[in-house]
């Protein structure tokens, strides 16, 4: 099944996920926090690549940026255009002309993109030179390994091929919400390849960490203190 | 004792270890390296030369090039091995050379091996000039966090050290009569973007090159490093406009 079958499908289960409050602290109080820091003020428009059911478009748009949208999925384009403008569009092909943005997003999505290059390429294109781009991705050296026990203090170990990530599937199941996960981890290089062929420069990057409160409230976040969990970057379209 | 001091007294370990055909990473890497690297221009600068095989395969390729290291005994083995080139002793930290001098700004596996990384970044950037390029070889930020458990093809890797922290790295080899033990400090991926970034210098290019089939048909502990990369290179660009604009300040 290709990444856009799978996400489809789960489209209801991923907005109750992504809209029950407190409920994906992860996103909460970890990494979209950490990711607004590398987000450029607002400015003419911004494109969200993969915006899902709109979590982060919404908090753009109260941030003052005139956001648009795009999602494979037509329910959870429904569920965005709630939040703001949004269109089902394949991220490889987008509907706008060149040079129509300012500053793309695109948060944990490029992961799970059946054509990553496609999609950056895309995203580069209607970008206006000067423009920013901005990604959230989850770790390459997570995708590579696993932990060897549910603990704190778990070891993290790498057993296959950093260069070749099979995708981990995962079920998350709490308070009646249950949604399936298919990280996939892309090697730096090729990461840092999408941003090369679409002509766009890393001028920040991030290895958030969870704060003392975060850890406090979820003990087993203490171990992403030791193996990295998001990546974050900020490149420019000279 | 200072770094400095350290290779100083690591420089004969290092000179033959350098020196012995086929004995060290390098001959299997060098040429991804050079894949990075920019054509010739005017001025090429090398920043920890070490004894000089870097600088020497610049030259090479037709870079003028000028080298520093901190290590007396290095750089008098660098200067022997190329009389005709220009060998400085200086402090990564502290280049002699005005700003803007620059086309291109070498530091092939010693950024991790200075006392004061951001120091050398900032340095190496305020010699180049704008638009001019900063290649880099470091070991790899996640290989350099935790080791293979034994030399088994698919031994894991298992993560040792926490990633995020900035560690002291003294790890002695040894390998057909030769020894050495590597000085340096081991950094995170974002410490080394981080120092780019506030340096003016944005990334183009990133490569995590594999072992090659032919070394690893000749050991085959080596497929490890099919697995995982050992170094991470990049070549990045001098932004045009005041170095280390900033986030805030570029907007």
Redesign the interface.
Known sequence: MSLRAFWDEQAEAWSRFARTPGHDAYHESFNFPAFLE?V??AGRATLDVGCGEGRVGAELQRRGHRVVGVDSSPRLVELASECHEAHVADAAALPFADESFDLAVAYMSIMNFDDPEAAVRESSRVLEPGGRFCAAVVH??DG??RWTAREPDA?????????EQEAKLWVSEREGIEVTFCDRGL???RL??C??DAGL???????P?PSDGFVLRFPISARR????MFLHLRA?KP | MSFNADWEREAQNWIAWARTPGHDAYSEYADRFFELVPAPARATLEIGCGEGRVSRDLGDRGHRVTAIDASPTLLEAARAADPAGQYVLANAGALPFSDETFDLVVAHNSLMDVQDMPGAVREGARVLRPEGRFCVSVVHP?SD??RFESREA?A????RW???ERRRVEEPFERDGLSITFHGWAY???DY??AF?DAGL???????P?QREHVVAADPSEVRW????MF?LLRL?K?PGPAGAG?SSR?
Do not use: C, H, K, N
């Not at chain 1, 420069?201 to 290895?207: D, G, H, S």
């Open positions: 590398l450029p003020p390459p050296m590579a390994g070891e993290f170990v790498i057993e296959g091929s950093y260069y090697p730096l290089e840092a390849r941003f090369e420069l890393i001028e920040a990057l991030r290895e960490q203190r030791r193996v990295p420019l | 996640m966090a935790g698919d894991p890797f298992a993560v926490p990633y995020f995170p991926l974002e973007v981080r970034e944005a990334i183009e290019a990133l490569r995590e594999r099919q697995r995982l990369p991470l660009r932004l986030f907007f």
